[in-house]
């Protein structure tokens, strides 16, 4: 099922490379700002790890959809953000770091990425403007910082940079629906909720020998469009 989504979004990436030749050429978009407080969390998928707290976590920055047809129903929803991310894990001893993994050891993982989402984004009017809408398709994110508190048994580490210890792209799935609310002629809000589900590991398994660390996040869009 998985290598199902993957091909979908797959297609939804080239078909709006092509699509966007066209939006941009007839002047079709929307521009605007977010900022998207989540609730993140890292989910081991093997044992000798465990998830011991998720992590409160925002994203902002642009958000863009291209219209795909004149009444603004149809949409390809992108933009480009600044995400933050992370959980504390624990990990058994042999697992984790190599310079940390001769006794159990807990990482406080904070983690940044640039991230740009890009959906199919499907809006109806009901009264005055105001409009329900429902999107589904991917992102990608790229990590551009990574740090780690570490304890490990009486010792403890802070602002470990773990960067490069990180897989340098993550992707998934993304779904989401809300509210969009007229405020003006052309100045609207939005409101709604985002799910992503990520698919790649996040933690390098050669680096870590932990297996698959999947990132999920909920997430309440809150945005503005101009």
Same mark, same amino acid.
Do not use: C, H
């Given at each position: 099922?998985?290598?199902?989504?993957? %091909?979908? %979004?797959?297609? @939804?990436?080239?078909? @709006?490379?092509?699509?966007?030749?066209?939006? #941009?050429?007839?002047?079709?978009?929307?521009?605007?700002?977010?900022?998207?407080? /989540?609730?993140?969390?890292?989910?081991?998928?093997?044992?000798?790890?465990?998830?011991?707290? &998720?992590?409160?976590?925002?994203?902002? &920055?642009?958000? /863009?959809?291209?219209?795909?047809?004149?009444?603004?129903?149809?949409?390809?929803?992108?933009? #480009?953000?600044?995400?933050? /991310? +992370?959980?504390? *894990?624990?990990?058994? /001893?042999? !697992?984790?770091?190599?310079?940390? !993994?001769? =006794?159990?050891?807990?990482?406080?993982?904070? #983690?940044?990425?640039?991230?740009?989402?890009?959906?199919?984004?499907?809006?109806?009017?009901?009264?005055?403007?105001?409009?329900?809408?429902?999107?589904?398709?991917?992102? *990608?994110?790229?990590?551009?910082? &990574?740090?780690?508190?570490?304890?490990?048994?009486?010792?403890?580490?802070?602002?470990?940079?773990?960067?490069?210890?990180?897989?340098?792209? =993550?992707?998934?799935?993304?779904?989401?629906? &809300?509210?969009?609310?007229? #405020?003006?002629?052309?100045?609207?809000?939005?409101?709604?909720?985002?799910?992503?589900?990520?698919?790649?590991?996040?933690?390098?398994?050669?680096?870590?020998?932990?297996?698959?660390?999947?990132?999920?996040?909920?997430?309440?869009?809150? +945005?503005?469009?101009?």
């Amino acid at each position: 099922m998985r290598k199902g989504i993957l %091909i979908i %979004i797959l297609l @939804t990436i080239v078909l @709006t490379g092509k699509a966007q030749q066209n939006i #941009l050429q007839e002047n079709r978009v929307r521009l605007g700002f977010t900022l998207t407080p /989540a609730i993140v969390t890292l989910k081991p998928q093997e044992s000798g790890v465990t998830r011991n707290a &998720g992590r409160a976590g925002i994203s902002f &920055g642009v958000m /863009a959809d291209f219209l795909l047809d004149e009444t603004g129903r149809y949409a390809i929803a992108s933009g #480009l953000q600044v995400t933050t /991310a +992370g959980s504390k *894990l624990k990990y058994d /001893a042999g !697992k984790g770091l190599d310079d940390y !993994k001769a =006794n159990p050891a807990e990482y406080n993982l904070k #983690l940044t990425y640039v991230e740009i989402p890009v959906a199919l984004k499907l809006k109806t009017d009901v009264s005055d403007g105001i409009g329900f809408w429902g999107q589904f398709g991917t992102y *990608l994110d790229f990590p551009v910082r &990574g740090r780690a508190d570490i304890v490990s048994l009486t010792n403890t580490y802070d602002k470990v940079n773990v960067l490069r210890d990180i897989t340098p792209i =993550n992707m998934g799935l993304l779904i989401g629906a &809300g509210i969009e609310y007229p #405020l003006g002629d052309k100045l609207s809000a939005v409101v709604g909720l985002n799910y992503q589900n990520g698919f790649i590991d996040v933690t390098r398994n050669a680096k870590w020998n932990d297996g698959k660390v999947n990132m999920n996040s909920f997430a309440l869009k809150l +945005g503005l469009f101009f």
